[in-house]
């Protein structure tokens, strides 16, 4: 039965809001624990001139250099898949409806396909393509039924940010994840003290129970971010996605290699944070590349590492080792 346009749009702009409510309830935390450290622990409880401006001056650092991260991972684009990844609608509608005919899907996908710089592919060495989007999905690329696009180096779709983990702001999520965790830390340091205090009777007043939960919501949420934090400083460090280390990528004449784009230690963190050490603990755009090609460790065995600066030398750099490793491959199949 067909739905009314206007309530198709309700529930549109319904979905849309709900999908707030995660990001919602975080700011509202956050909101009220900066009331409770900065009004209740520092203004009213805290004693002598120094240490109140030692913990305000300290505090106000995590809290800026944490909401600038939260604020960058979820307001920055996801990256999107350039227009020559887009199958035409003549092939495509021939690729969907010619089941029969996988010899024709192949010559279609193949055609298309070889122009690109691509070295994913399906189980059975074909290429990925999105029927959603009618593309054929550049490496690292997926689908987020979430967003409703193919998202380029997919980590994972976060409700916490109501956005996807991607390409654009993966550096911007291991920042927030880590300034989040020392925010954390920092509140239920300083105010441990207090936290003792409260147990002996020495607190007075309805301040006294913003103290108390402070020390504990902090506790908890540092807790769960830490094994995020250092479970995310270990895929940065392999160079692999969220998706990426539950399913290896497959490679193109090699097949699935977990450690595919595993570059270096060093390498790696440079291609998510970038070559200005300057520049790696802010929430700016640093990761290098474009999002569409990356750096193989199988070009690395026996030449150099290839910045992805230069796309016109990586991508022949790719051509070249995957013709290598096999230079034909006809079967294509729907990942
Ligand atoms: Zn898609
Ligand atoms: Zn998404």
Request: aromatic share 18%; proline share 4%; charged share 15%.
């Amino acid at each position: 039965m067909a739905v009314p346009i206007e309530n198709k749009s309700t529930c549109y702009w319904c979905f849309k809001a709900v999908k707030w409510i995660p990001v919602l309830f975080i700011v509202t935390f956050v909101a009220w624990s900066y009331y409770a450290y900065v009004i209740q622990l520092c203004f009213y409880t805290v004693e002598g001139p120094v240490k109140k401006i030692l913990y305000l001056v300290f505090y106000h650092l995590f809290f800026f250099m944490f909401s600038w991260s939260y604020w960058q991972t979820i307001f920055t684009d996801i990256g999107r898949v350039p227009s020559k990844f887009k199958i035409p609608d003549a092939d495509f509608e021939t690729v969907i409806n010619d089941s029969n005919s996988l010899e024709v899907q192949n010559t279609i996908l193949n055609n298309l396909g070889r122009y690109l710089p691509i070295v994913n592919v399906t189980v059975s060495g074909g290429y990925r393509f999105c029927e959603k989007c009618r593309i054929i999905k550049p490496d690292r690329a997926h689908h987020c039924s979430v967003c409703g696009v193919c998202v380029l180096k997919m980590d994972h779709h976060c409700p916490w940010i109501n956005n996807c983990v991607s390409f654009t702001n993966y550096k911007f999520f291991v920042l927030f994840l880590g300034y989040a965790l020392m925010y954390c830390l920092y509140v239920s340091l300083t105010s441990l003290p207090y936290f003792i205090d409260f147990w002996r009777g020495d607190l007075t007043g309805i301040g006294k129970f913003h103290i108390l939960f402070l020390f504990f919501v902090a506790i908890m949420f540092g807790v769960s971010l830490m094994s995020l934090f250092f479970y995310h400083c270990y895929l940065v460090s392999e160079n692999r996605t969220t998706l990426e280390a539950f399913r290896p990528p497959c490679f193109r004449g090699v097949g699935p290699d977990k450690y595919g784009f595993h570059i270096g230690r060093y390498n790696n963190f440079q291609e998510v944070f970038g070559d200005n050490l300057k520049t790696w603990f802010f929430p700016i755009s640093t990761s290098s590349g474009d999002g569409i090609e990356y750096p193989l460790r199988s070009l690395l065995q026996g030449s150099t590492y290839h910045s992805m600066d230069n796309t016109q030398n990586s991508t022949r750099d790719i051509e070249t080792e995957t013709s290598k490793l096999n230079p034909v491959q006809t079967e294509i199949s729907i990942l």
